[in-house]
């Protein structure tokens, strides 16, 4: 299509192929509403002004923002296929998303990675990808694979127009510290998108960090934090996913000085959130909630990610932009009425199947000697705490009495104090790496849960009130390919396969949700009193992120980044 065509119809010599007609348009550049028609030629917005169409629609008085885009999310923690999370997600509003793939990367390496850009390849909503920083996250764990700064090199050569950058730079002491393999991945970076992660970073060392390059932070948790990074040219963006519910400590701090530094994420979210609450939209409505004003909060999911990114097509209504837009009905209430595409109603959109390969990538071992606690003539047990709504752990110290007890000459947890023990069993390499510890705050009383999502490298991850169950779990993942399994008494009460990777299942999204209900209802049988047990259980194997984590290695104290023994004095 040359572009005479589209002049012509911006002039009015020739009509458009659609008109949306008596809307309201929302103006982020000015953060402003515009009442006039919208003139979409050839799949762009040619014009906002007196225009005639092939196809006119009256939309009597709504508004069209443009289409919403997710600054940060890693897709696998949806457990959809790419293709599944854009059929859910666009009727949402979203019609691009910036992905960091690092969870199938500690999986399955550079070929995961390709893997999904394949996958995501061809569908109705705009799959940006940034290069994982951080594969493994730290040398305190085993991963499946490694991501080098070659690897890294070959993305941005292969794929100059989706891999926008490099994803979130978790291992903040090793830029601090200068650690040769990360600072060989900033040098490459430069010029690019360094996304940033640095929870609870200050001082000095906040300064050397955003340095080195990183320059957004999705892992703010208080507004001292957020008002310092901000101060320090940071971007930050307001995380609202499944677990980390952040934004109603951010939103108070954005005022019209400030917005265009801040977007909204989800970072991680399951199907079912997506599914019954929403992708961007349920963000924006909660943005709006704690106090924006909702043309801040739709220039957040919006403009804002767009010229961040460098996304110099999408992300705002004006001549030359593609013509992706969502109708609502009001601009407090935000509900989605209609999505267009490239100027097609999503309604009208077909989708391709795509066949995935699957295979099983469990690779482990354990028997019920190596989860054993015996013998133990220490006073005290480092805890992990569980913080709701927070992937920031507690590090407790308790009174050995409060959190195990001895029974059948060996040592159970103190199910009766909200103890479970918490085992961690390597995964990819069959190494036998096994490491245990206690967790406080699940409410369990009897039998187990487990997953082979347990960020960042994804090895096996088991809570439960004994070694049987906790065994019988295990073992079921195992035979299995992978998933989330709860069990008590050694039988199966709710199981939600994941064949890819460990991490993403091969259903349609309803299905998947409806194994997501099942067992999170099969969990609070056990006495499970948290909502979405399985994403707090995700977390508590992520050794950059604080206070004390159990990787396959051992327990971790994240403040000092070293090893602890589980016991003491």
Known sequence: MKKSMLLKAALGDIPCDLVIKNGKIIDVFNGDIVEQDLGIYNGYIVGIGDYTGKNEIDIKGKYISPAFIDAHIHIESTMLTPLEFAKVVIKHGT???????????????????????KMSENLHVEFYFMAPSCVPATNMETSGASIKSEHIEYLYK????????????????????????IWEKLAISRGKIIDGHCPMLSGKELNAYILAGPKSDH????????????????????????????????????????????????????????????????????AIKHGADPIWAIQMATINPAHYYNLNDIGIISPGYKANFVIINDLFELDVEDVYINGTSASKLKWEKINIPMKNSINAKIDEN???????????????????????????ILPIEDVIIKQDNCYVPNVNNDILKLVVIERHKNSGNIGIGFVKGFG????????????????????????????????????????????????????????????????????????????????????DTITNPFMYLSFLALPVIPHLKLTDMGLVDVDKFSFISLFEG
């Open 158 to 181: 292969k794929y100059p127009d989706k891999i926008l950058g490099l994803a979130e730079v978790m291992n903040f002491p090793g830029v601090i510290f200068q650690d040769k393999d």
């Open 219 to 286: 892992e703010c948790t208080t507004k001292p934090e957020v008002e310092e990074k901000l101060k320090r040219g940071m971007y930050i963006f307001a995380r609202n996913g499944s677990t980390e519910k952040n934004l109603p400590a951010i939103i108070p701090v954005v005022n019209q000085k400030n917005v265009r530094n801040f977007c909204l994420v989800t970072d991680d979210r399951h199907p079912k959130e997506l599914i019954q609450k929403g992708h961007m939209d349920y963000n924006i409505k909660e």
């Open 95 to 117: 019609h691009a998303v910036i992905c960091d793939p690092h969870e199938i990367a500690n999986v399955m390496g550079i070929k995961g990675i390709e893997l999904f850009i």
């Open 444 to 527: 369990i009383k009897k039998g187990a849960v487990a997953s082979t999502i347990a960020h960042d490298s994804h090895n096996i991850i088991c809570a439960g009130s004994n070694d049987d169950d906790i065994l019988f779990a295990v073992e079921l993942i195992s035979k299995t390919g992978g998933g989330l399994v709860v069990v008590k008494d050694k039988e199966v009460l709710g199981h939600l396969p994941l064949p890819l990777a460990g991490l993403i299942s091969n259903r349609p999204a309803e299905e998947v949700m409806q194994l997501e209900e099942q067992i999170n209802f099969a969990a609070k049988q056990l006495g």
């Open 370 to 396: 190596s989860i054993k606690i015996k013998d133990v003539k220490l006073k005290k047990v480092h805890v992990i705490g569980i913080k709701k709504d927070e992937i920031i752990t507690e590090h407790l």
